[in-house]
């Protein structure tokens, strides 16, 4: 079974660009979350779709959004972008019988952006 | 609020020595933990996770407690191998509303020389 695949692998912005990234679950997932890790803060939650919904947002500002499809893909996109985006981006995927947060997470490598 | 701690923050031990780390969290609904492994350039990887209805969880050389009145669990690593060496993330369940999400603690780098 192939695991949860993120693109790119590799990002370079400026400051004030937006970026997408994309990110594929493992098959018969239906949930997915966003987090977004940096050697000060760790990871931190972003958000989770489950059903193409929006299920649960973190602390972060309305820059960042995301969205899921019916093949259960997401995508996270960041609007004017900031030095303080740089970080590593991680998706991971789960099957999700229940509401969400108690269940096995499946991270993907991440995306690296690097805003400069 | 939501916050999950975890000590220490680096770890060195000798080949063949235990490791453990430990974590606290503050929301006493909490229910799941699970511990991940990341290593350079990858994501974080589950080793073991624990429920709230059992104090303890063995899988060959790593282990995980849990003490749900003190609010801490910790991660045993045995007979310790150079490619034990990594970072450790321990997390916790959080429930908001009719939902939940997975909080973090800030990460332990174990180093295990040879």
């Known amino acids: 079974k192939a695991g949860v695949t993120q693109t790119p692998r590799y990002l370079i912005k400026t400051r004030g660009q937006q970026v997408t990234l994309s990110c594929s679950p493992i098959?018969?997932?239906?949930?997915v979350s966003w987090y977004q890790q940096t050697p000060g803060q760790g990871l931190q939650f972003l958000f989770e779709?489950?059903?193409?919904?929006?299920?649960n947002k973190g602390n972060f500002p309305g820059r960042f959004s995301g969205r899921q499809f019916s093949n259960s893909r997401s995508e996270m996109n960041v609007s004017t972008l900031e030095l303080g985006d740089s970080a590593l981006y991680l998706c991971?995927?789960?099957?999700?019988?229940?509401?969400?947060?108690?269940?096995?997470?499946?991270f993907g490598s991440g995306t690296q952006l690097s805003v400069l | 609020g939501e916050n999950v701690e975890q000590h220490p923050s680096t770890l060195s031990v000798q080949e063949g020595d235990s490791a453990v780390i430990k974590c606290t969290y503050s929301?006493?609904?909490?229910?799941?933990f699970p511990w991940y492994k990341q290593e350079l350039g990858k994501g974080p990887q589950l080793i073991i996770d624990?429920?709230?209805?059992?104090g303890e969880k063995k899988d060959q050389r790593i282990a995980v407690t849990l003490n749900k009145t003190a609010k801490h669990f910790s991660l045993h690593i045995t007979e310790t191998q150079p490619e034990d060496s990594a970072v450790y993330f321990c997390?916790?369940?959080?429930?908001?509303?009719?939902?939940?999400?997975?909080?973090f603690g800030q990460g332990t780098t174990l180093q295990v020389k040879p």
């Open positions: 098959s018969g997932h239906r949930s």
């Open positions: 929301d006493s609904a909490s229910n799941y």
């Open positions: 997390a916790a369940s959080i429930r908001i509303s009719n939902t939940g999400k997975l909080i």
């Open positions: 991971a995927s789960s099957l999700t019988h229940g509401q969400g947060g108690n269940e096995k997470l499946f």
């Open positions: 624990i429920r709230s209805n059992v």
């Open positions: 779709y489950f059903s193409e919904t929006q299920r």
